[in-house]
């Protein structure tokens, strides 16, 4: 008689060998969802827990130009391409399409049409801001059409354009950025991928006349937006209180229903099939088991592309989706900006700067699910969760690129500009606290810790508007770079810790170091 | 760092049928293997970890479809779905017969108990191991597997004794973080 292990290896080997000859191409839902996912973490990581416009990155984008009547000119070609957008110069042009006959008006896209205000529900629509990063121009767009410049005195005083530096971080240079009644905004790429242009004529949001105390129906639809195409703000504790399980619920004419949970600091869940879909609902659970549920209704002959009767553009990048991986970004090293003032290779670390996190945890294996994140990461051999305090302060802008490690940020509430300026790096210590290693980059792409290309094993975790910052902390040996005359083999043994410092500008910072192993 | 797409490319063009057959232990039919395989891939490479070989890859995916599997079997509605999405797949792919009868036997099981055996007898993971990858008490993955080899034993004609320790390491690689 034949083991069990014996003839699972052989029926795994025959079956192998008899696939061999029948190998596919990798399955393009599958690049594309790789693709969407990556996009999503990168604009988390952009936009920031705080933001209160989470976009939902795509990088190709066009937008019509506008004349100098203010009338819109005929379908043309744009090219996205901008000298400030990283990703632009690989944009390829789009042509604006013609709408066939008898199509609504909202399908003529060089008129700058507003979106549908149905769609957002208890979010309250404004209005749409259009914003070309390359020209300059911006267009606000009422929800009846009527068009204005951002600073007329019928247009909300909240809509503000947001800061051309930082739009030139980002991997588009187009943007169609959507207000709330309350100010908040989530911003679109403009004709970029799949989604086409944003317009949302398909969908109908409905939600129950009265909510339970402990949700914000505003809020919550403001998540949900994403789900819809639009942008969306990220998930906090003022949705529907800290304890509650809000989920993305997707459902089928099949009767097939799909619940994703929405992490913290993340938008709703995005679609993955529309096929036979029915609706879109974003469900708030409490404790209790009491629910509140705002539905979405999809019309699928109100797409762009059913009822234009034209297939949205996409240029050839947005198609393949996201932003190129950036090449030849050196980084400067560590602990050679203005935090050198305090923190020195070799130098030991000040003791009265050594602090307890708020959080610590440590975790082992290969995947975890972080609630607060609502991704997975890989913890291997043993990694942390660690928290700490962090202030924002009033008035802070973005300070544009800083030094290694150094980052700022910045949003808008009720408009109230308010952010901070942030440092953040890991170090290697010995016996006597000094540091005998500072990290470094492998990364092509990020002066810090916000997320970089590679850059997994540190993480800081989105949606710290509750207050403190998270940091998710792998496996980070091989970021570990030995100061001058350290031998190697001492920073394998030596102690990891985490310089955390945060202010108003890089002149008023408060500094902490953490060392997770202490506990 | 290799950049994440033409090592997906790689990966599949090259570990794809061994990745499709290990899905098929799990899953028991060949659609639904590749409709693993595609959540597995989306899984491992939708994080920006660093992959520096097809091999590493290979073992990353392989690696995450137990957990998949699992997750599925945690959720009705998710099952449902990818009931359908084998359904709706035209044309329809039939089975090959190499080793068919094995994943038939081995389809035979609670999702909980497929798993747990082709971790125990094909990765050769101890209990604690397999306890530790999917989140069960030891005791469960004990009973998991006492359960399946006894159903088992009869349909493939082999033997119901197992041994708690593997007598093998193999499979799940190191994490290899460039270290």
Redesign the interface.
């Known amino acids: 008689?034949?083991?069990?292990?014996d003839?699972?290896?052989?029926?795994?080997?025959?079956?192998?060998?008899?696939?061999?000859g029948?190998?596919?191409?990798?399955?393009t839902?599958?690049?594309r969802?790789?693709r969407r996912?990556?996009r999503g973490?990168a604009a988390a990581s952009v936009a920031g827990a705080a933001a209160a416009c989470t976009a939902i990155a795509v990088a190709a984008v066009a937008m019509p130009t506008l004349r100098d009547d203010g009338g819109a000119l005929a379908p043309s070609t744009v090219a996205a391409e901008s000298s400030t957008a990283p990703s632009a110069a690989t944009v390829e042009p789009v042509v604006l399409p013609s709408p066939a006959a008898g199509a609504p008006a909202w399908c003529y896209l060089d008129t700058y049409p507003a979106p549908n205000a149905e769609a957002w529900g208890p979010a309250g629509y404004a209005g749409r801001l259009y914003e070309n990063y390359d020209t300059g121009e911006a267009v606000w767009v009422f929800p009846d059409g009527t068009r204005a410049e951002p600073g007329d005195p019928d247009v909300p005083d909240y809509v503000h354009r947001m800061n051309p530096e930082h739009a030139a971080t980002m991997p588009w240079s187009h943007l169609a950025i959507d207000f709330s009644t309350d100010g908040s905004a989530g911003g679109t790429a403009y004709l970029a991928g799949p989604e086409g242009p944003g317009l949302g004529y398909e969908w109908t949001t409905v939600a129950p006349e009265s909510a339970p105390e402990w949700v914000d129906p505003q809020r919550l639809m403001e998540v949900h937006t994403a789900t819809l195409g639009f942008g969306g703000t990220g998930l906090g504790p003022a949705v529907a209180g800290a304890d509650a399980v809000v989920e993305t619920v997707v459902r089928y004419a099949?009767g097939?229903?799909?619940?994703v949970r929405i992490g913290r600091g993340e938008p709703g869940a995005t679609i993955a099939e529309y096929d036979g879909l029915v609706s879109a609902s974003i469900r708030a659970t409490a404790t209790d088991g009491e629910t509140y549920e705002i539905t979405s209704h999809y019309d699928a002959t109100q797409t762009y592309e059913a009822a234009c009767g034209v297939p949205v553009p996409i240029s050839a990048a947005g198609a393949s989706g996201g932003a190129p991986?950036p090449e030849g970004f050196v980084a400067e090293p560590y602990l050679e900006g203005p935090e050198s003032a305090i923190f020195r290779c070799s130098a030991p670390v000040p003791a009265e700067l050594i602090s307890e996190p708020t959080r610590l945890e440590r975790h082992?294996?290969?995947?975890f699910d972080v609630e607060e994140a609502g991704?997975?990461?890989?913890f291997?051999?043993g990694g942390y969760i660690l928290g700490a305090p962090e202030a924002t302060y009033e008035g802070v802008e973005w300070q544009g690129r800083m030094d290694t490690g150094w980052n700022s940020t910045s949003f808008e509430r009720a408009g109230q500009v308010e952010g901070n300026v942030v440092y953040e790096a890991l170090i290697w210590v010995d016996d006597d606290d000094r540091i005998i290693a500072r990290q470094q980059h492998?990364t092509e792409e990020d002066e810090g810790l916000v997320?970089?290309?590679?850059?997994?094993?540190l993480y800081p975790i989105p949606g710290t508007q509750a207050g403190d910052r998270l940091w998710y902390i792998g496996?980070t040996?091989?970021l570990a770079l030995a100061c001058d005359g350290v031998d190697p083999d001492d920073v394998a043994q030596a102690e990891l810790g985490l310089i955390y410092g945060y202010g108003p500008s890089a002149d008023e910072m408060t500094w902490q170091v953490y060392f997770p192993e202490r506990g | 760092m290799v950049s994440w797409q033409p090592l997906v490319e790689q990966l599949v063009r090259e570990r794809g049928p061994r990745l499709t057959a290990y899905a098929a232990l799990l899953v028991g039919r060949d659609g639904d293997a590749e409709d693993l395989v595609h959540d597995a891939l989306v899984k491992v490479f939708s994080k920006r970890r660093r992959l520096e070989s097809v091999g590493e890859a290979e073992a990353y995916v392989r690696s995450a479809m137990p957990s998949i599997v699992i997750d599925r079997a945690r959720s009705a509605a998710s099952r449902r779905r990818a009931m359908d999405r084998s359904f709706e797949r035209e044309p329809a792919r039939p089975d090959l017969e190499a080793g068919l009868d094995v994943r038939r036997a081995l389809r035979e099981l609670a999702p909980r108990e497929q798993v747990c055996v082709v971790l125990r007898f094909f990765d050769d993971l101890t209990v604690p191991q397999i306890a530790d990858r999917l989140g069960l008490a030891q005791g469960s993955v004990k009973r998991y597997l006492y359960d399946a080899t006894a159903r088992l034993a009869p349909l493939l004609d082999v033997t119901e004794d197992w041994e708690e320790e593997p007598m093998t390491i193999d499979v799940v690689a190191a994490k290899g973080r460039g270290q």
């Open positions: 008689m034949r083991e069990l292990r003839v699972i290896h052989d029926a795994f080997d025959g079956h192998a060998r008899a696939l061999d029948a190998a596919a191409g990798v399955p839902t599958a690049l969802e790789i996912r990556r973490r099949d097939t229903e799909e619940a991986e082992t294996g290969r995947y991704i997975e990461f890989d291997g051999e492998y997320l970089g290309y590679g850059q997994d094993d496996d040996s091989h």
